[in-house]
C-alpha cells in the first residue's frame, strides 16, 4: 500500500531556531513529492516541488531535500518565525493514473515556534 | 486577485438533508478537485474533474456528488447517504497536465452536524 509517513507529529521550537522536519515514503511509481504548509482553518499552500532528479530545493528559509533512493524527504526551516507555525504536510505523486497526478497526503508534522 | 473561493466557510448540515458546497476559481485551471480533511489523517480524494462536463471519483466518493457545468465552478453536494459529514472540505485546482505542477487550494468549508 502506498504510504506517506512523517515525524515528528509534533514539533515545538523556539523562535530564530532551527528545525527539520521528516517524510518517509512506500509510494511507487514516484513522480514528485511535494511540501505544503497548512495555517490553521486554511487551505495548504505549496512550499516545494521535487522530481526524482532533484534532491534539493529552496523556498527562502525553507529547504527540501529528496533520497528517491531511500525515499525520504526532509524540510528544514531556517531562522525560524512566529508566522512558521502551522502543520507541514508531505504530498507524494504516484503517476499510475495517466496525465493526473494522484497525490498521497501525509497526515503532518504541526509546528509551533515560540517567542 | 487569481485565486480559489469556498463557500460557506461554515455549514451546518440537519440529519437527512443535502448540503452543497461552493468552489469557484479564477485561475483558469481546467482541472479541479475535491478533498476531505479529517483530524489526524491526511486529505483524501473525494471527486475530481479534468476538464468541463466531466469528472471521475476519488477514493471517497460515496455519499457525494459533483458538477462541473462551468470551467470555473466545481460545486460539491453531500447527500444524506453519506453517513459521517462531519470534516474540513477543501477545493483544489491545478491545470490539466499536473504533473510537477501544484495544486491550489482554496481555505476550505468546514461541515458540521445538527
Known amino acids: 500500500k502506498n504510504q506517506v509517513e512523517q515525524s515528528p507529529q509534533s514539533l515545538i521550537i523556539l523562535e530564530g531556531k532551527n528545525c527539520t522536519l521528516q517524510c518517509n515514503y512506500t509510494v511507487s511509481p514516484f513522480s514528485n513529492l511535494r511540501w505544503y504548509k497548512q495555517d490553521t482553518g486554511r487551505g495548504p499552500v505549496s512550499l516545494t516541488i521535487m522530481t526524482f532528479s532533484e534532491n534539493t530545493k529552496s523556498n527562502g528559509r525553507y529547504t527540501a531535500t529528496l533520497d528517491a533512493d531511500t525515499k525520504q524527504s526532509s524540510l528544514h526551516i531556517t531562522a525560524s518565525q512566529l508566522s512558521d507555525s502551522a502543520s507541514y504536510i508531505c504530498?507524494?505523486?504516484?503517476?499510475?493514473?495517466?496525465?493526473?497526478?494522484?497525490?498521497?497526503f501525509g497526515t503532518g508534522t504541526r509546528l509551533q515556534v515560540f517567542p | 486577485d487569481g485565486g480559489i473561493t469556498q463557500s460557506p466557510k461554515y455549514l451546518f448540515r440537519k440529519e437527512g438533508q443535502n448540503v452543497t458546497l461552493s468552489c469557484e476559481q479564477n485561475l483558469n485551471h481546467d482541472a479541479m478537485y475535491w478533498y476531505r480533511q479529517d483530524p489526524g489523517q491526511g486529505l483524501r480524494l473525494i471527486y475530481y474533474s479534468q476538464i468541463v462536463n466531466d469528472f471521475q471519483k476519488g477514493d471517497i466518493a460515496e455519499g457525494y456528488s459533483v458538477s462541473r457545468e462551468k470551467k470555473e465552478s466545481f460545486p460539491l453536494t453531500v447527500t444524506s447517504a453519506q453517513k459521517n459529514p462531519t470534516a474540513f472540505y477543501l477545493c483544489?485546482?491545478?491545470?490539466?497536465?499536473?504533473?510537477?505542477?501544484?495544486?491550489?487550494f482554496g481555505d476550505g468549508t468546514r461541515l458540521s452536524i445538527l
Open positions: 483544489a485546482s491545478s491545470i490539466a497536465d499536473s504533473s510537477n505542477q501544484p495544486q491550489h
Open positions: 504530498v507524494v505523486s504516484d503517476r499510475t493514473v495517466s496525465s493526473t497526478d494522484k497525490l498521497i
